[in-house]
């Protein structure tokens, strides 16, 4: 990338500008947005091109206004009469890098509650049950990622993946274990940004998008790291509807050019994988979606799987089951992971509870006596489940589970 194309994109910049302005005034909101949209592509080149992240922030915050100025455009013309006054467009004579130092005060800020979203996660493969598809899907694409390829040879590689499924299968227990991998192969270096977008909307409301733009410029420097984007639904739930507000249009615009890679594009040495996690896809919109490269449906856990899952919490932990396995399997069919440990953590504190009676007697006599006090466990039985799993009602209906294996089929 020869570095003298700066000046040209800010001039080819420029020029769609002033044809958008033209068109806007003409009254057609059609061509303008057209050119704004064009503006918005040039600008978005043209911060790659930054010397510095405020600067490449303070272009892309202009390129999303244009982005969505000529949404609005597009909206009213759908809408409205021909001949209705257009609203005034964003403003483009000012320099925009020369703006950039109003932001300069709350930069600490900013980078703190983007290092809070850093997390090291203990989870590894092993301590996902099942999935077994999933897990290599995912172990073949971080691979081929990192792996050099043959001299000139260039292969296209998976950036952003999407779980979606219903609650507690196992998508953030993957995401996890993702990062972990990682951080493993590329010496201690991979970053895991655990990104819970509703918590970013209603924390940081008007800064999200900044907040967006700072995790993905941190993780490009700290390549090759994993964003992490949780509830992603609750991003685009209401996109293009009159409730959406302007910071909920910018979190997304950004969101999509990160996607899109556009900041990272031609340079093959940099990798952020971003994984979104959803338990309603059918609520995110085609533009969105059509950004995820691979989609995995992670469903509540087939006999296999509530196997493994059953086998972590019991015989992991140093429990003896006593009884058929395939017993128990048959009894947390249609449970999520989730529920079979709350199965599995009830049914080894009830029993711990029943043959410990006497503990607290024990404490009265001084916390000395705690230290000698051997705690008694017996094996578990097929009747201890079956209590269990009486009082811990699957919270994804036959219906619902059903209703995700419909809409992979409507994607195909
Ligand atoms: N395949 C699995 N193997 C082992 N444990 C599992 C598995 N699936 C779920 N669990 C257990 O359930 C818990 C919840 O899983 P996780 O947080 O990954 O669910 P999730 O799919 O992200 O749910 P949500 O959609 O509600 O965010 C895990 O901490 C783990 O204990
Ligand atoms: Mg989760």
Known sequence: MSLDLGPKLKSACDDSLHKAKM??????????AQHFDAAAKLMLKWAEHATSR??????KRKAI?????AGRLRELHNEQAAGAKLPAPPSSDEDVDAKQTESVGNKSELSNAVNSLIHVSPVTWD????????????KYTLGLSLATPPKGVKIATFRNIMFYG???????????ATSNA???TSDGQALFFNVKVSGVMSKYFGESSKIISEIYGTARDNSPSVVFLDEFESLTASRGSDEQSGAERRILSTILSELDGLTEKGRTDIFVLTIAATNRPWEIDNAVLSRFEKQILIPLPDPITREAILRIQTEKRGFVVDCDMAELVKLTDGYSGREIERIVKQVTSTMISELNADLPDIIDKGLAQAKNYQVKVRSLTLRDFQVAAEGIRPVTSPEEAARYLDWRQDQD
């Open 23 to 32: 068109a806007w005034k003409a009254g057609d909101s059609e061509q303008a």
């Open 166 to 176: 219903p609650p507690g299968t196992g998508k953030t227990l993957i995401a996890a």
């Open 65 to 69: 206004e244009y982005r969505e100025f």
């Open 54 to 59: 405020s600067q490449e922030y303070a272009r």
């Open 127 to 138: 301590d996902i049950g099942g999935l077994e598809q999933t897990k290599r899907d995912i």
């Open 182 to 184: 990682l951080k493993v």
